[in-house]
């Protein structure tokens, strides 16, 4: 079987952050870790190209996912295996969206990473099999990629026991008795000693570690973000009320104060009544020149990002998250204010 | 002398309902009288009211439903139901309440922040819906033209029970289907059967997203208790339009399946308490609401309690901390909550999820989408705004945005599982 292998700009030897903001781009052969990989798959598959993208472009360009698998198929490829990407939460999140994007195009398709890794949630079902913590443990990492590839191309499923990670889907259904009277019959299994049952199997939540303080303030770029469902008046890109699928940039340029009329905010989950009467109160817009004046602060970065946090699902927020990360960080910023409403 | 605890649930059942010159109750037939209604929902806020009636199987979308209210009476004027906004503010739950069951007033239009919310009278929508299954009148309007649409929410709260009473009155002298004694929580001895509470939180955001207990918000309050009958009676009543799905209209207040649940099970276990909780939306007053609700459970001597909600992701919360403190208290725990897991069902379904307790009953995945099939005529709104489509389309929209489909009052049958 053909097979078009995804790596990052690290794993391919391009350079690290530096160089995160690299471009989508298709190699002949093998490159890096795919080498180890492709002696572990054997005589009958062949790594015919690696797929390779910078980590910020990546995370703050998800058609690259689509561009690349388009190339792959071109070169012939019949199943696209992506990383192991270990907890790198850029890299997991571009493996997860080329393994989902490839089977979306009809390709088998295959990723791997930590469970931890922020980027599984962006699988969508397609598979993932569990790679350690660190490029330390790369060898026993690639051996299971190469296992579950196999098994793959020979078209049978992967189940937790081949490493298998990640949510598996949870559909609707009609229940046979009521939320209600389910209630009661649960809590009557509760108090007869069952200590485990339930309908909803806890999630994981990853907690994430904040950032060091900023050295000097006075030095640094600062950014404005905020959930608030600020956008400009008229809400140009139509950004949901609720349950946002996206999220919007816009330029700050020339602006002393997010002004009524020029600004408003479109959230659906308060009353937008005193947001609207003065729009610096979702964005602190006209604080933040005023310290930008004073100096107390380096530099007002040009554009505000935003969304609509309200009924919005973790998946969409910590998508967003990652994205908002890539941006900034390829931009240049050191500080971020994100007000949430 | 004391007055007798408990309340007497007189019920008619409604299986046909139409408009007509003068509101009659006859045999299950209801008719609604134009002139009377109007004059019921006269108000300065509103130019115009239209009525029309929707029943079960009928093809028939009613979009951008707000409140809905089950028609109930103790007596002419409705005899004190819907204490502080129709009836005078006192507590409620004793005596005799005629109900018209099967019946339901619904307003349905375009109120600011009231988010999408569908009823399909037929067709694959409608067994998600309680509202699906009453015969309906739903009253449609024209703001009046300088009206302040608080005045319009106003005026269409108080038409809505107004009318709920007037209808119910019809009935007060007509032989009932059915008299059911609906005992009160007290002090008589339980026989070691398991002390079960309901803690009902009830969404507190302001306009457009409050609750009414008695006619006020419970907004900066503490959790309070009151008996489980004077939710019969209308106590609680809705004025929040959020979240369509995870609604709980006065309708589900009213006839709360949680409560109604507990009763039918009563030889098993003694319904204890009803515990009612503001939903703050700060983090340190939901942390204070809970730990106070869960003290006050175990204070009125509970071995379980069954949690609810109302409203989206940030009243996972209010549930999740709850069922945390309930636990520690010694209070076995169970709550009721939407999953939020993408369109694809793989996300993590709860924004908030508890840090010990786990029993959790799962009303569905609120982002799956369905297939609405078109529909003959649409009342309440003429488009649906999300998809800019005209509402008697076909419709492919998320499950978030059926009406009640997802209440954590657990009326319906939508669950979720992890798929083979």
Redesign the interface.
Known sequence: MKLVHYVNQFFAGMGGEDSAGTGPELRDGAVGPGRKLAGLLGDEHEIVATAICGDDYAASHPDFAAELVAQARERGAEMIIAGPAFTSGRYGMACARIAAAASEAGLPALAAMHPENPGL?E???TAVVESGQTARQMKDSLERLAAGTLKLAAGEQLTAQDGRI???????????????????A???T??GGD??????P??D?DSVTPAAPIADAAEAVFALVTEGGFVPAGNPDRLE???ASKWVRHSLDGLDSAEVGEFESVH????T?WANADPNRILPLDVAREMEREGAIGRLYGEYLGTTG???????ARRFGMEWAAELRQAGIQAVILTAT | MQAEAGLTRVVHAVRELDLGERTSYDVGRLTVGEDSVRDLLRDPALAEVRLACASPGDSVRIVGVLDAVQPCSKGPGGGGVFPGLLGPALPVGRGETHVLRGAAVLAAGYLPRAQEAVVDMSGPAAPLSPLAATHNLVIEWTPAESADWADVDAALRRGLVRVAAHLAEAALEAEPDAVEQLAEPGGAASDGKPRVGVVLNLQTQGRFKDVFVYGRSLSGGLPTTIAPAELDDGAVVSGQYGHPALKNPTYLQQTHPVVAALRARSDELELAALVLCPEPVDQANKELVSAHAARLCAGLGLDAAIVTKEGGGNADADVSLKLDRLEEEGVTAVGILAEMAGRDGTGPPLVVPPAKATAIVSTGNYDERMTLPAVQRALGRERVALLDQPSTDELELPVAVIYCAQSTLGWGRLTCAETA
Do not use: C, K, W, Y
């Open positions: 949630g699988a969508a079902g990640g949510p598996v889907a949870r559909a609707n259904r009609m229940a046979q008795h009521s939320a209600a009277e389910r209630a009661v649960l809590l009557l509760r108090l200590r485990d049952a339930t309908e909803i806890l999630p939540f009320s609720a349950r659906g989950g308060f009353s009544q309200n009924g919005t699902t973790v998946a969409d």
